[in-house]
């Protein structure tokens, strides 16, 4: 099988952890006589670096053109202590998702025995969690009217939401529900925002098309809590753009890393694939990020936008084969780790790459 992929590793990290994510797309291709071609493309701080804007035509056009895309991060300090930057690195994440039409992030948050303690969550509260979160992109107050008023004093940003699109990620997460534990968690805020109460609106008037799904409706709040309290509970979690934001962040602490946790931004044509952490300036450039989140990135291509799940499967198993074996990066170490199974980006990457052969 045929196919062109679009690496776009950014900013920071992103660099670093795309690598390995494309080595391992060419053992794929190896392993299973597929042929994948590859091009880069500028985003983020490194675009504007190089072209003034933080996403260029020239990545628009490649993406399009694309089977899908391996995304790394997008991010700089230089822009964290300056809120009034006009040019930002992360307006180009937000303008690729646009362009692309990618309204649906999903972010599986699925443990790894073998990385239990690494959690700060009791081992026994975590054993057994896998959850799929749907978070929708295109809207909310990412996207809504935003401003300034009373000479500078009063900010605003416009939470908004039209029926089309959270049909269009309910429907989603109804159809993945139906193909896992068949339960669906709402997440919203309708006691409060009329925002939400649309949100719950839709959901409701889906239900009944969906009849084997059980469906549940929560607070953000109350999500939160439940998150760490009983992670098990949850299947599938479909909910708006800020709280899938913050809740998926949280959920990373389940799986004990968020360099474990990968994602999936799709629409109805090319998907993007990425690690959710960010570019991580503080470890840049040591060698010592953990490259596994691209890697499982990596399998959520295979499977979603190419129906490789052999291959996916393939991907995940290296990964689990390299954690029984006791390798580990630093965000995953503990005091029991050895110090020769204490691994860097790129040695990590040779032992998926080594598991992937066997």
Same mark, same amino acid.
């Not at 040019?87 to 948050?109: D, F, H, M, S, T």
């Not at 996207?143 to 939401?161: C, H, P, Q, W």
């Given at each position: 099988?045929?196919?062109?992929? =679009? ?16 080595? =391992? ?10 042929? $994948?071609?590859?091009?880069? &493309?500028?985003?983020?701080?490194? &675009?504007?670096?190089?072209?003034? /804007? ?8 490649? %993406?399009? &053109? *694309?089977?899908?895309?391996? @995304? ?32 649906? /992030? ?5 443990? @790894? ?5 690494? %959690? *700060? ?11 799929? @979160? $749907? ?11 935003? #401003? ?42 309708? /006691?409060?925002?009329? *925002? ?23 607070? =953000? ?12 509970? @949850?299947?599938? =979690?479909? +909910?708006? /753009?800020? $709280? #899938?934001?913050?809740? +998926?962040?949280?959920? %990373? ?30 470890? +840049?450039?040591?060698?010592? &990020? ?14 979603? %936008? $190419? ?28 005091? +029991? ?6 691994? #860097? ?14």
């Amino acid at each position: 099988m045929k196919k062109h992929i =679009v690496v776009i590793a950014g900013d920071g990290i992103g660099q670093e952890v795309t690598a390995v994510g494309k080595q =391992v797309l060419e053992a794929i291709a190896n392993k299973y006589k597929h042929e $994948f071609t590859f091009d880069t &493309a500028l985003i983020g701080h490194e &675009a504007i670096e190089a072209t003034g /804007n933080p996403i260029p035509d020239e990545t628009i056009t490649k %993406s399009k &053109a *694309s089977d899908a895309i391996l @995304f790394g991060a997008v991010g700089h300090p230089k822009y964290d202590n300056d809120p009034s930057a006009k040019v930002r690195p992360e307006q180009g994440l937000l303008g690729i998702r646009k362009a692309l039409g990618l309204y649906a /992030n999903l972010r599986p948050i699925k443990l @790894f025995d073998e990385l239990l303690s690494a %959690s *700060s969550i009791k081992p026994e509260i975590l054993k057994g969690a896998d959850i799929l @979160f $749907f978070r929708e992109l295109t809207g909310d107050v990412y996207f809504g009217e935003r #401003g300034r008023k009373d000479e500078g004093n009063t900010a605003y940003d416009t939470m908004i939401y039209s029926r089309y699109e959270v049909a269009r990620i309910v429907t989603k997460a109804f159809d993945a529900a139906m193909t896992r534990r068949k339960k669906l968690c709402s997440v919203d805020k309708a /006691n409060v925002l009329e *925002s939400s109460r649309l949100w719950r609106e839709v959901v409701q008037e889906m239900a009944p098309r969906y009849p084997e799904v059980e469906v549940e409706h929560q607070f =953000v709040d109350a999500a939160a809590m439940l998150l760490i309290k009983d992670p098990k509970r @949850f299947d599938v =979690v479909v +909910t708006g /753009n800020l $709280f #899938g934001d913050i809740l +998926t962040d949280e959920a %990373s602490q389940i799986a004990g890393s968020m360099g474990m946790l990968a994602s999936a931004s799709v629409g109805d044509t090319t998907g993007l694939y990425e690690p959710i952490h960010g570019s991580a300036h503080d470890i +840049t450039g040591k060698g010592v &990020a953990n490259p596994l989140a691209s890697v499982l990135s990596v399998a959520l291509m295979l499977d979603i %936008s $190419f129906g490789m799940k052999t291959e996916a499967e393939a991907v995940v198993h290296a990964v689990d084969a390299v954690l029984k074996a006791g390798f580990r990066t630093r965000d995953i170490a503990d005091s +029991t780790t050895p110090a020769d199974k204490l691994l #860097g980006t790129k040695a990590m990457g040779d032992q998926i790459l080594y598991y992937l052969a066997a």
